[in-house]
């Protein structure tokens, strides 16, 4: 089942409801891995990892170390929506990767984007 998640202005079409966003920490310079699936409008959160750790890096209480990543499951309520700052301050932006192609953004100093599920057009039940 293919899904689509608007991108600031920019719809991106996905070939499955999950989704990988990844970036580097502008201070420790590490990867940071969160997994999402587009559920009923909403924004899930299914694990995340960082490889390695330091300024506000801190992986969650139940992370395990896997082929040096910390990866654990935060316990966050579905979103409608995340907004990703774009500082310029960073080795690159945000990437959204839908299997093995990624996308990035934010990679230049600018506002923040506006990442949110395509809504849905079928009618009520």
Same mark, same amino acid.
């Given at each position: 089942?293919?899904?689509?998640?608007?991108?600031?202005? =920019?719809?991106?079409?996905?070939?499955?409801? *999950? #989704?990988?966003?990844?970036?580097?920490?502008? =201070?420790?310079?590490?990867? /940071? @891995?969160?997994? /999402?699936?587009?559920?009923?409008? @909403?924004?899930?959160?299914?694990?995340?990892? =960082?490889?390695?750790?330091? $300024?506000?890096? %801190?992986?969650?209480?139940?992370?395990?170390? @896997?082929?040096?990543? /910390?990866? /654990?499951?935060?316990?966050?309520?579905?979103?409608?929506?995340? #907004?990703?700052?774009?500082?310029?301050?960073? %080795?690159?932006?945000?990437?959204?990767?839908?299997?093995?192609?990624?996308?990035? #953004?934010? $990679?230049? *100093?600018?506002?923040?984007?506006?990442? @949110?599920?395509?809504?849905?057009?079928?009618?009520?039940?």
């Amino acid at each position: 089942m293919s899904s689509c998640l608007m991108v600031g202005m =920019v719809m991106l079409s996905l070939a499955t409801p *999950e #989704f990988r966003l990844e970036w580097q920490h502008s =201070v420790e310079h590490v990867i /940071w @891995r969160e997994s /999402w699936a587009i559920q009923d409008d @909403r924004l899930v959160l299914q694990q995340a990892a =960082v490889k390695g750790s330091g $300024a506000g890096m %801190d992986p969650g209480p139940d992370a395990v170390l @896997r082929d040096e990543w /910390w990866v /654990w499951a935060p316990q966050l309520p579905p979103q409608p929506g995340l #907004f990703l700052a774009a500082s310029g301050a960073t %080795d690159g932006g945000w990437s959204i990767c839908d299997g093995d192609e990624c996308h990035e #953004f934010g $990679a230049a *100093e600018g506002k923040p984007i506006h990442l @949110r599920p395509c809504i849905s057009q079928s009618p009520p039940q």
